[in-house]
């Protein structure tokens, strides 16, 4: 039997949202690690790179006025300001990735997500993870053990305004079981894969299955 050649496809953008401490950059890390075909999306910031960050894998770092160029001329797929810094993400790697079949793995918040479904609706699939309760997501903040008690006070008030924006998401899961989140995860993107609408090739290997000759 020969080897099946499969249909063309066009990649999807995999968007993972939580408040902090639900377990948003765990899921990423694990799909990033585990998953083929996944690419992880590497943003642009306009801050000076940290002695532990390596150029291309945290970020890329460029000049203000490189950064404020691709924004006035739409070319980030989203942006923010944080503490006088820019970040974004391009445009054009995650398109090129798309139209080579390679699906791209975001790990951003509500406004970058929302930032992107206004631009690219057809590509994104986006997934919020939510806690169990306020109270394990408060005491997942604390086991951490990596901020003041006043900093933990402030990430769970910002818990609340994201965890009311959970409706813009295609699907959301309740993250009590790490694994079973992944799973569900996974689950998903397995069966996005596989939509008619992002098979661009499904028409002329439907054709080709047609005219073959059985006997």
Do not use: C
Not at 42 to 70: C, K, N, Q, W
Not at 156 to 169: K, Q, T
Request: cysteine-free.
């Amino acid at each position: 039997m020969a080897d099946l050649v499969r249909p063309a496809r066009r990649g999807l953008m995999l968007i993972l949202s939580s408040p902090s401490g639900a377990g948003k950059s765990t899921l990423t890390r694990t799909l990033s690690q585990k998953e083929t075909n996944l690419d992880l999306s590497v943003s642009v910031t306009t801050r000076a790179r940290r002695p532990s960050e390596i150029e291309g894998v945290h970020y890329h770092f460029i000049e203000r006025d490189l950064f404020d160029g691709l924004r006035q001329r739409d070319e980030l797929l989203e942006s923010a300001e944080v503490h006088g810094n820019g970040y974004g993400t391009p445009r054009k790697p995650v398109e090129e990735a798309l139209k080579a079949g390679r699906d791209v793995l975001f790990d951003i918040d509500y406004q970058g997500t929302q930032q992107i479904l206004e631009k690219a609706r057809d590509d994104v699939v986006a997934i919020f993870i939510l806690p169990p309760s306020m109270a394990e997501l408060r005491s997942r903040l604390v086991r951490r053990a990596e901020d003041a008690p006043e900093v933990i006070a402030k990430r769970l008030a910002n818990a609340r305004d994201e965890i009311a924006r959970w409706s813009v998401y295609d699907y959301v899961i309740i993250n009590d079981d790490l694994g079973a989140a992944y799973e569900s995860v996974r689950a998903i993107l397995v069966a996005e894969r596989l939509k008619r609408a992002r098979a661009t090739g499904m028409a002329s290997f439907v054709e080709q299955l047609l005219e073959e000759q059985t006997v």
